[in-house]
């Protein structure tokens, strides 16, 4: 995704001269409604700060007043994205983080130091005077256009515009002031656009970066997590499973080179037992490469790779999977090791006798496909993320990929685990 302002999927851009009329009409409205709703919030500001030091209620009307200029400014987010078809994330209110009555006054102290907010409160404040002058300008070339056709009615003198009287022989001339005014008005009409996308657009760019840069760093964060994880496990792995078995495999042979030549038959009984050995070590690696990552995903795709994790599971899966073909790698490996790992936790910890999992390709707006997965048991539920737990080392990977999970997991069951990864075709 580009910084660059576009035209939002399916959103047909208007023609010049009907979007020069929409212009005009916001402006006519914008500059009627202005000049009653600015000056109530001047004097609203103005009331609560002298409230505030007589009464303390004032404190109350800034908080109000705060609200409104808000809710202003995301109305006029939505007016310029929509007249003008940008791409332009809608404003949105920073919440307090906890409960409480200071968290709410730190959340306040957030969205009044929100710059987005006030540029796009100023950005409406602009377009206020800016009708309200583009009004003058239609007023001025109206009764200038009608004095200007006044000599037909034979009189010596007409009467102008603002009580001005005019000779009548000096009327046409006024014509061309009549043009002047509807110069101003087209004039504001070509100013609202250049001011209002500026303010709104640029402060979208912030926006759209600051974001980026949050997903970037959430993304980076959950991919070390889920790297660290990784490690712990291949090493628990390794030295609780393999290792003792290689160990176990080299003293048995070492007991049979001891007895080759006293007891052949004991010899051989016990090489017997060390390939035994072998084969489940080599079992067991093979299971730890699969879950590094698992070839059968880039042979066969998705589909075949979670058939054969449902053929493994100790739990009976009902598989669903609905996909139009292959997807990004990141993508497809990400959500195969989310549905691993959790028909993994669910046969350890969950008690469940069934469990479902449900595979999609959605699309959204802007045509980003998404992978969609969805994992129910009908266990005990309880499931909660914990460090270093499964359901964390699913979470790590998901965010490291880009994507996000939701976990529905009551007392008593059942659980439910979605994941939604964004991916291309």
């Known amino acids: 995704m580009t910084s660059t302002l576009q035209t939002p999927s399916g959103a047909l851009p208007a023609r010049p001269p009907l979007r020069f009329g929409f212009t005009l009409l916001h402006l006519a409205a914008l500059g009627t409604v202005g000049a009653v709703v600015l000056p109530l919030i001047i004097a609203w500001f103005a009331a609560g700060i002298g409230l505030s030091f007589l009464l303390g209620f004032g404190l109350l009307m800034l908080v109000g007043l705060l609200y409104l200029i808000f809710g202003l400014a995301r109305c006029e987010i939505l007016r310029v994205s929509e007249l003008y078809n940008l791409q332009i994330a809608p404003l949105a209110w920073r919440p307090r983080q906890q409960p409480g009555f200071g968290p709410y006054i730190r959340s306040l102290g957030r ?7 006030w540029a796009a409160f100023g950005s409406l404040a602009i377009s206020c005077f800016a009708g309200a002058i583009m009004l003058s300008g239609l007023e001025w070339m109206v009764r200038l256009s009608i004095t200007a056709f006044a000599p037909l009615t034979q009189a010596e003198r007409v009467a102008g515009p603002y009580g001005m009287q005019i000779p009548a022989d000096q009327a046409p001339w006024m014509l061309l002031l009549a043009l002047l005014g509807a110069a ?3 004039s504001m009409v070509f100013l609202h656009r250049a001011v209002t996308v500026g303010i709104i657009g640029s402060t979208a760019r912030e926006t759209e970066l600051t974001e980026r840069v949050r997903t970037t760093t959430v993304q980076r964060e959950g991919a070390m997590r889920a790297a660290e994880l990784e490690r712990t496990r291949i090493e628990r792995d390794l030295h609780d499973g393999v290792q003792p078995r290689l160990v176990s495999v080299a003293m048995t042979l070492g007991l049979a080179h001891q007895q080759i030549d006293s007891d052949p038959e004991q010899a051989k009984a016990l090489v017997a037992e060390a390939h035994a050995s072998t084969k489940s070590a080599i079992t067991e690696l093979r299971q730890l490469t699969r879950g590094i990552y698992a070839s059968v995903l880039d042979d066969r795709g998705l ?3 979670l058939s054969a994790i449902a053929g493994r599971s100790h739990i009976p899966v009902q598989l669903d999977v609905q996909l139009a073909g292959r997807y990004a790698r990141h993508a497809e490996a990400a959500v195969y090791f989310a549905i691993a790992e959790a028909l993994t936790n669910a046969a350890k910890h969950s008690r469940a006798s069934t469990c479902r999992v449900t595979v999609r390709a959605r699309t959204g707006d802007q045509s980003q496909a998404t992978l969609w997965a969805r994992i129910e048991d009908n266990g005990t ?8 737990g499964g359901l964390d080392g699913i979470s790590n990977r998901v965010l490291a990929a880009g994507g996000s999970i939701t976990l529905d997991s009551p007392q008593g069951g059942p659980t439910a685990l979605e994941v939604n ?3 291309a075709f």
């Open 184 to 186: 101003l008005a087209v």
């Open 421 to 423: 990864v964004p991916c």
């Open 111 to 117: 969205n009044l130091a929100n710059g987005r907010m």
């Open 381 to 388: 539920g309880g499931a909660r993320i914990v460090p270093g």
């Open 303 to 305: 589909d075949a790779a």
